[in-house]
């Protein structure tokens, strides 16, 4: 079945405490990105990456990281974690560029909540 | 600044009855707009997406309404179901691919039976 996976799907830390986020598809796809999704605020990209290696910022990228080693994989990583990252994060893949419809396949989502 | 504004915020239809929701943008370089739905905790999955060179898309019962010169594009929901009670959002992007998509923020949309 093709599909994004998250893990894990719920978590509790405390500040400071650093943590990883991981995700992976097994789509083939180049293209891969987080989210972090907020009431009132709808869904607000955090970091993409074109293809393996090649990572780039989103809107609001501070106080997260995000590596691209191999084309499947796509970790979040919160090297400090504060209470407003207190959220429900969403990673995203798709194909490569110039399709009609390029449509991004979300995982199940990450609730994270921070003390 | 929020490129892209979405309205209404929360959506109250009968059962058979038609659900519009409306999305302005302000950048001209956007050339993909597709729109998502969200049923509660899950992802969101593409629903319909257009591209600026025709003014309507339909497949089954959602059609996106597009007005290139108005920079504004819409989703009707035709006959609504209460199994399309969700989370809708509309969302652009600049280039072909549909990376870097701009959200907006969001309609709870609640077909009554």
């Known amino acids: 079945e093709a599909q994004v996976t998250q893990n894990p799907r719920y978590l509790i830390t405390v500040t400071g405490k650093k943590l990883t986020v991981t995700c992976s598809q097994n789509m083939n796809h180049e293209y891969m990105s987080w989210y972090r999704q907020d009431p009132g605020l709808g869904l607000r990209q955090i970091y993409y990456s074109m293809n393996v290696e090649v990572t780039d910022k989103g809107d609001v990228p501070e106080g997260y990281k995000v590596s691209r080693k191999e084309k499947r994989n796509f970790p979040l990583i919160l090297e400090s974690p504060s209470p407003n990252q207190t959220s429900l994060y969403f990673c995203?893949?798709?194909?490569?560029?110039?399709?009609?419809?390029?449509?991004?396949?979300f995982g199940p989502g990450t609730r994270l909540t921070v003390l | 600044q929020q490129q892209v504004k979405q309205s209404p915020q929360s959506l109250i239809v009968q059962k058979g009855g038609i659900s519009i929701i409306n999305c302005a943008y302000e950048?001209?370089?956007?050339?993909?707009f597709p729109w998502y739905q969200q049923f509660p905790g899950k992802g969101p999955a593409l629903l319909i997406a257009i591209r600026p060179d025709v003014s309507e898309k339909k497949e089954g019962r959602f059609t996106i309404s597009f007005n290139k010169s108005a920079k504004q594009f819409s989703l009707h929901i035709m006959d609504s179901q209460p199994g399309d009670s969700a989370t809708y959002f509309c969302a652009a992007s600049t280039d072909q691919a549909g990376t870097a998509l701009i959200f907006g923020k969001g309609t709870t949309l609640s077909v009554s039976s």
């Open positions: 950048n001209t370089a956007f050339d993909y």
């Open positions: 995203a893949s798709s194909k490569t560029p110039g399709l009609a419809v390029n449509e991004q396949f």
